[in-house]
């Protein structure tokens, strides 16, 4: 496995996610151990996009817990239904919060946080984890984080 991660300096987003994730998938391809993965796979994302927060809440008895992630302390339990995270378990879909302030509900692990994607990672329809990231800045996600780091999660369903 290679060390040095790649990240292009003269690129657009989705040229920065074309060449991340296969990198990515490299990473965490023939490794079995679950929060090894998700580790790295937060630290690639931090590193990549500089990321005010990035990390994963797993469900484990009927909350999500605080997994791997890269940034400020967060939050550590979150309810079914609550938040953006709880949201994106229980609809089973990704969020796009162009500005938390709006999202009823949000809840607030650091008030320097702005904006917010959550993508779920499903396993036979159900939902195992999300995956959260965080913005210092308002309107920093769209449609074309939404359809990588989906892609991402896709492949990380492949490994469960
Ligand atoms: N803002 C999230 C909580 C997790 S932190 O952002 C790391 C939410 O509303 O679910």
């Not at 008895?61 to 979150?78: K, M, N, W, Y």
């Not at 999202?103 to 008030?111: E, K, L, M, T």
């Amino acid at each position: 496995m290679s060390e040095n991660l790649f990240i292009p300096t003269e690129a657009n987003k989705a040229e920065k996610y074309e060449a991340i994730l296969p990198q990515i998938e490299a990473l965490i391809s023939g490794e079995p151990d679950l929060y090894a993965n998700l580790a790295n796979i937060s630290a690639v994302l931090k590193q990549g996009f500089d990321f005010f927060w990035v990390g994963f809440y797993l469900v484990k008895e009927e909350q999500l817990v605080l997994g791997p992630f890269q940034g400020p302390i967060a939050c550590t339990r979150i309810a079914f239904g609550k938040g953006v995270c709880g949201t994106a378990w229980k609809e089973g879909k990704t969020q796009l919060v162009p500005d938390v302030d709006a999202f009823p509900g949000h809840i607030a692990c650091s008030s320097a946080s702005r904006s917010e994607i959550v993508v779920p990672v499903l396993k036979k329809g159900e939902v195992k984890m999300v995956l959260d990231v965080d913005s210092d800045q308002l309107n920093d996600f769209d449609e074309v984080d939404q359809a990588y780091l989906e892609q991402l999660c896709q492949k990380l369903s492949d490994t469960l």
